[in-house]
């Protein structure tokens, strides 16, 4: 059974830190992985999409690695800013066609002005 | 740009209730989902639906779970007699095509309260 793990669970940085936001799995067998934000009480937002046979994605300042071999991901946030605040999940595509995620629990970052 | 919405946002209802949950997935989408978050917990598949009939469900999706797509744009989730345990948010999702390669795009939920 898929695990997804993400450590710590919470975060706080200064203004203007570069970031790294780790993510690991137990089964490499995945289809793609999927990077999301979660603000307090709401739904989730789309970061990054990796597939599988992909090294890594950017978008502005993301950029999220995939290495399916040990199971881990990271999402790299540069400059981050107080909007960046909230909670970060990672997720697996598990192998056929239905392609339903397993979540790690997120990490809850906080950035101080 | 697209989106899927969800209905109600909000939901109280009182043990041993039906509740439906209604989701609008975007439009030339094929795979639907709906996922559950417990309060402080992670969010947990329950349902994927194919071409009109479930393709996978998880432990949790029992006799008290179903699905419908009832036109061409609603998808809904219904619990018969709602548990204490029920109590979480709900997320519908879908996806473009098959094979694992895009993106499941997340409705902003419907938060159920069950007293």
Redesign the interface.
């Known amino acids: 059974k898929q695990e997804v793990t993400q450590i710590p669970a919470a975060l706080s940085v200064p203004e203007g830190e570069n970031l790294v936001l780790n993510c690991s799995f137990t089964d490499s067998a995945i289809y793609n992985l999927q990077w999301f934000r979660q603000d307090p009480g709401k739904g989730l937002t789309s970061l990054l999409l990796i597939q599988s046979s992909q090294r890594e994605q950017t978008s502005g300042r993301l950029n999220a690695s995939l290495d399916k071999s040990s199971g881990r991901s990271t999402l790299y946030i540069a400059a981050s800013q107080p909007g960046d605040s909230a909670t970060y999940l990672c997720a697996v595509s598990e192998p056929g066609a239905n392609s339903k995620l397993t979540f790690g629990k997120g990490i809850t970052l906080s950035v101080r002005p | 740009e697209p989106e899927v919405t969800q209905t109600p946002s909000h939901q109280v209802t009182q043990m041993g209730q039906e509740v439906i949950l209604r989701c609008v997935p975007i439009s030339n989408h094929l ?1 639907f ?1 709906w ?1 559950r978050q417990i309060l402080g ?5 329950l349902v ?1 639906f ?1 071409n009109n009939e479930i ?2 469900k998880s432990e949790i999706f029992d006799d008290q779970f179903s699905v419908e797509r009832p036109d061409g744009s609603n998808f809904t989730l219904k619990i018969r007699s709602t548990k204490l345990e029920d109590s979480a948010m709900y ?1 519908c ?1 879908s ?1 473009a095509q ?12 419907t ?1 159920l309260t069950v007293l």
Not at chain 2, 41 to 45: D, H, L
Request: no cysteine; proline share 4%; aromatic share 28%.
């Open positions: 795979y989902y996922y917990q992670k969010v947990e598949f994927s194919y393709s996978e997320f999702a996806r098959g094979g694992g390669t895009d993106t499941q795009y997340f409705g902003p939920g938060r």
